[in-house]
């Protein structure tokens, strides 16, 4: 057989600049896709916002780099297309990037969006993700080929994608810290100008997507034989990019399990994969290839299974950070393996066949693994089922393999030996830490819920005192005082109401205390703003009359429509006033104002012994701002 090798790429300042190019998007959009994500946490609280931006940019992606696989294809005017999808790029980013300076009046141009658009984030995130999409195609074609000073382009691409991800988090979450204002300016100016870069830099860019042969080299191979080779090669590609995101994703909600953060999500558990992921790509550049793209996933599951046993193990005694020290070891065999990959494709595979393996390797396998994986609701038999899955298969597909090819006798023995040593071990850790494997749900977001199944709230006085968690987090506490102290208040807000006015609740302790106060009102609406999947879909048990029945709606939701309320009472519970900021911000007491009446009231519910003083200070601040007259009960 005779491989075609093809010097296709002559102008190396060309390429450089693509590099700074997609570089800089790829900052550009991880930033602004973060600064998305946390803001859909910040204004819908209790939405799991991570699957709803998956859905969002990952189908995005795929459409993007399919319709940039179609027109480069297609079209001949390479510097055109780049540049014209490059301005869309720039208008898209720089409307985000310079979002506070083009609304006026003071108003949030994010809150503007959300409550004029119900997923206008999503498409925005969408919009992102798409146009990227179009440009990562274009660099990996490109990257894929062979230029005439023997560089392999195709490393430098991986090297700035994983860098330009990793830059962006990290930009994103100093944005979102926000410890001085100049920060904040500092990173708008500093988004501003990689924009501004890469709108530039791509018109002076044109290497052609289909470039012709223009130098070759002739190797002599047996033909038969380099096809099965390059048969499996391909396959083990395949399998190795679906192990990794796989593995990721399911460290990830090994991670959550232990360390739930609401503000920050999984930007710190990326920002550290990504890291190492990186120094593993490096680390791989330093070793001979040697069939590691076949062997090293059987690896996968010695690194991994490391991972959750270290974690279980100490998650009582290390903080979040420590604990992301458990899962370097893995990342950075998950780097090699990607960097040894990439090496025997550049190796064995001419441009096109490069190009098309790793085209479905990181835009076509990854996104439906993650979506299905994203609505898979865990329980500790599922989870660990799919984990020893995916360790059968690491280890039994390279084993068949490896038994197959002509290899020294004591390298096939050494590797069943180590097998036979691993199982019983993995087995022994999986008692030894008592994990159960059960129909119990894994990631558990409320406790102690039974205790409110076992509470009779229509005692005269409540004995028992017990703190009902989600995420570990204090959400309600039921006792005595809080139980009588919801009761005063909202019968305080219930004096406000005119007789002929309607009421809406927006009631953060609906899952845990149905207030009895609140079938009192005349005419009204109840929103429980706690989603069922937050409290594990418990249900609190009907005693006496079921009184009235509640709309369970996010709070932007509920609010969102031309209707006008004469009272509006907000009673967040204790979840919400330590950790959802938006609930006592001035976006959200100014969206309440517009949908009251013109002599209507707002009822702010609080308890000062769950709440911060930066928070009531808050609290106090921006109603004083933006209601004239105001009155405070205090119930002891």
Known sequence: MTLVKSFSYLNINQRRLLLINLFLASLLASSILADIFYSAQYYFFYITSARYILLAVLPALVAGSLLGRFIFSVFKSYRLLFTLIDIFFFIICGLYVCRFFIVSGGANPVFVLI??????????????????????????????????????????????????????????????????????????????????????????????????TMYMHRFDEDEQAAAVEHRDDIFFTYLNASYIFMYTYLAYFNYI????????????????????????????????????????????????????????????????????????????????????????????FEQESRYNVLFFSMFIIPPPLLIVLSFVEFTYFWYFILIYLLTLLNILIPGLYLLNKNTRTYKKGLYFGLTLVFIPILLFMHLYLKIPINSARYLPKVKNFNELKNTNFNALYLKNKSDIMINDTIA??????????????????????????????????QKFFRNPVISWFKNYELVDTVPARFVDYERLPLAGNQLYVADEKNIIDALRGEKKYGLIASSPNILDMRHNAFRFSSDYYKYVKEHLTDNGIFAEIINPDFCSKKTISRCVTNISSIYKNRVVYFFS
Request: aromatic share 16%; charged share 15%; glycine share 8%.
């Open 115 to 212: 409550t004029s658009c119900g997923h206008g984030m999503l498409l925005y995130a969408a919009l992102i993700s798409f146009f990227a999409g179009i440009k990562l195609n274009y660099g990996l074609k490109i990257s894929s080929g062979d230029f005439i000073d023997e560089k392999h382009g195709i490393y430098s691409f991986f090297t700035i994608c994983f860098a330009g991800i990793l830059s962006g988090i990290i930009i994103a979450s100093i944005h979102i810290t926000g410890f001085i204002s100049a920060d904040n300016i500092i990173i708008i100016c500093l988004q501003s100008a990689a924009a501004l870069v890469v709108l530039v830099s791509s018109f002076f860019i044109n290497m052609e997507y289909n470039p012709d």
């Open 257 to 348: 399990k232990f360390y739930a953060d609401l503000r920050w999500g999984g930007a710190r558990f990326a920002a550290v994969c990504i890291l190492f992921i990186m120094a593993g790509f490096f680390l791989g550049r330093l070793v001979r290839q040697s069939f590691w793209h076949i062997y090293s996933e059987m690896l996968f599951p010695v690194f991994f299974m490391l991972y959750v046993f270290l974690i279980y193990r100490f998650h009582e005694q290390v903080t979040p950070f420590q604990a992301l020290s458990f899962i370097i070891p893995a990342a950075l065999l998950f780097g090699f393996t990607v960097c040894q990959t990439v090496r025997m494709l550049v190796d064995r």
């Open 476 to 509: 309600f506490r039921s006792s005595d005082s809080v139980v009588r102290g919801l009761k005063r208040a909202m019968l305080a807000a219930l004096l406000y109401q005119q007789d002929d006015s309607t009421a809406l609740i927006l009631d953060g302790n």
